[in-house]
């Protein structure tokens, strides 16, 4: 390809932003990276907000950090791109100025404008019939959770009309970032579509839809594609984040769109597996798709014309985390002192781990396959996916006197491996599912997770470089296809190559067969049981 080009790829997450500088030749290769965190604002009725001007210090400082760490020039660097979270709700006056702190996806204040807007009357998966029909004939999805942005705005039109007569536009997170940079106000497509007032037929906002959702269409951004560039950095923008004036500004995507581009999964019917905080499974498919009895449904890709068929769990490698907080290391203080001499193995073969992450899957490595007959759930905050139900908890099942930590550690391994087995097998019954997936997200990183998945589900599993990194890599992606590096987001599967290979050991089927049969059976056991314990009095 000849020589490299160089871009930067901001990750703009729930609770920091990393900045990343890759090179692109035959490959995207991360060269510089740097993370700055922000606060996320929460309130007792439910509200969860973030301040902009905190997304913009923390992108400027990690900007500083990684340009003064890399050995290019300002003016070398040929595209700017995002990775974002998404269904964020930034209401900004005529100068793109934020009139109040943006709205997260995880705001929970609306539930009167969701029951006012389309909760009533004869339902289906929680909303009106009428309006779900005709929500999903033209958009594919509906509002029907609180947490929709069509119902934030409408919570701010109520409760804050001042605030709301200031308003000029409505954005997504990386659609305020890309105005403050450019000046231009745009939404990419699956913003768009994140939004329930995007026509998936005829790509453009649809009038009906803000007619039943009693929306202002003059506060709707102009629509445009994930590859396309939608303005330069100004001089006062560029002087900020120390970069050159000019630099070319594309439009990005959010994280459910461009990890599976970063992951290679971009031809139709590829799928990727992410485990992250959350963890979901999505497969390429080129027509909408729905299933509202499993939760699932097929979002608007970074890719024009294709879709990713998306199913989520609310915790993944956050189990991993709790496990390794609340269950080795010790919150008695007890063995607390052990997590400091982090060794394994005989003496002549004795290996010290610079973390407890890596320690903790060394032992893990070490317990039989099927955790001795323990099974963990990994539904640490609810679900979504095959089932919805926030009631559903976490937990240890067919503990014996032999039961120790290490298997317990391994069936919540094993516990959100069997999930995304699940998902897998609820998404193939309504779209071709690929038996090679790609693993991305930090939970990638160790083999003997990949390992575990791969036997869990039955699939060869592949990685990548970076894996941890890879909705900036999906975003460095959408750089390479505006600037004409490659044709278009089909051909970005040649600039990630797999980095490793995990194949499911057969002689293991029979007990991961057996668990699994376990693992299906304990909601549908317990769902009383959850709700006598957390659900509402």
């Known amino acids: 390809m000849g020589n490299p080009v160089y871009v930067i790829a901001y990750d703009v ?67 700017i791109s995002f990775c974002s979270q998404m269904q964020a709700l930034v209401l900004v006056d005529k100068e793109g100025n934020a009139v109040r702190r943006a709205m997260s996806y995880m705001d ?35 509002a029907a959770s609180v947490k929709d942005p069509v119902w934030k705005y409408k919570w701010v039109e109520a409760h804050e009309p001042d605030v709301f007569n200031k308003a000029y536009k409505w954005l997504d997170v990386k659609e305020y970032l890309i105005g403050r ?5 745009v939404m990419t497509q699956d913003s768009a579509f994140a939004s329930m007032l995007y026509d998936i037929h005829k790509k453009c906002w649809s009038e009906e839809m803000c007619k039943i959702y009693g929306i202002n269409p003059k506060h709707l ?3 445009v594609k994930c590859t396309d560039k939608v303005g330069e950095l100004s001089k006062k923008a560029a002087d900020e984040l120390e970069l050159e004036p000019g630099t070319a500004v594309f439009g990005g995507g959010g994280d459910a769109s461009l990890i599976g581009v970063g992951a290679g999964s971009v031809d139709l019917g590829d799928t990727h597996v992410y485990s992250g ?31 990713n068929y998306f199913a989520e769990l609310e915790t993944a490698a956050k189990c991993v985390e709790w496990v390794k907080d609340h269950l080795a290391l010790d919150e008695i203080d007890i063995y607390l002192d052990k997590s400091k001499n982090l060794k394994h193995g005989k003496a002549d073969q004795e290996v010290i781990y610079t973390n407890l992450y890596d320690y903790m899957m060394a032992v893990v490595n070490t317990v039989p396959a099927g955790s001795n007959g323990v099974v963990f759930t990994p539904w640490l905050h609810g679900n979504r996916c095959p089932f919805e139900d926030p009631n559903s908890r976490g937990m240890f099942f067919n503990i014996s006197l032999e039961t120790g930590k290490s298997e317990m550690i391994r069936a919540v391994v094993e516990g959100v491996c069997f999930h995304m087995r699940w998902l897998l097998e609820t998404e193939a019954k309504k779209v071709s599912t690929s038996n090679t997936v790609r693993f991305v997200g930090g939970g990638a990183l160790n083999d003997v997770t990949c390992q575990i998945l791969a036997d869990c589900t039955g699939r060869t599993v592949e ?42 050991n057969p002689a293991l089927k029979p007990i991961y067969d057996r668990n699994y049969k376990v693992y299906t059976n304990l909601y549908k056991a317990n769902k009383e049981n959850f709700a006598i314990l957390n659900g509402d009095e």
Not at 484 to 494: H, R, Y
Request: net charge positive; glycine share 10%; aromatic share 6%.
């Open 277 to 307: 905080t959350s963890g979901w499974v999505s497969t390429v498919v080129d027509k909408s798709v729905v299933d509202t009895s499993a939760m699932i449904a097929a979002i608007v890709g970074a890719r024009d014309g294709y879709y």
């Open 181 to 185: 940079m450019t000046g231009e106000f």
């Open 13 to 79: 997450g729930t609770t920091g932003v990393k900045t990343c500088l890759f090179s692109i030749t035959d490959k995207i290769s991360l060269l510089e990276a740097a993370s700055e965190g922000y606060n996320l604002y929460v309130y007792p009725d439910g509200g969860a907000e973030q301040d902009p001007d905190e997304w913009w210090e923390a992108m400027r400082t990690s900007t500083h950090t990684v340009m003064k760490k890399a050995k290019i020039k300002k003016s070398d660097i040929s595209g």
């Open 463 to 504: 990685t990548v470089d970076s894996p941890q990194n890879i909705g900036a890599v999906g975003a460095a992606v959408t750089i390479a296809v505006g600037t004409g590096l490659i044709k278009d987001i089909g051909e970005a599967k040649k600039l990630i190559p797999a980095a490793k290979v995990f194949k499911p």
């Open 221 to 223: 951004a102009k629509i």
């Open 108 to 142: 929970q204040r609306a539930r009167e404008e969701l029951k006012k807007g389309i909760a009533y009357g004869p339902q289906i998966a929680g909303a009106n019939i009428p309006k779900l029909l005709k929500a999903l004939k033209i958009t594919g999805a509906v």
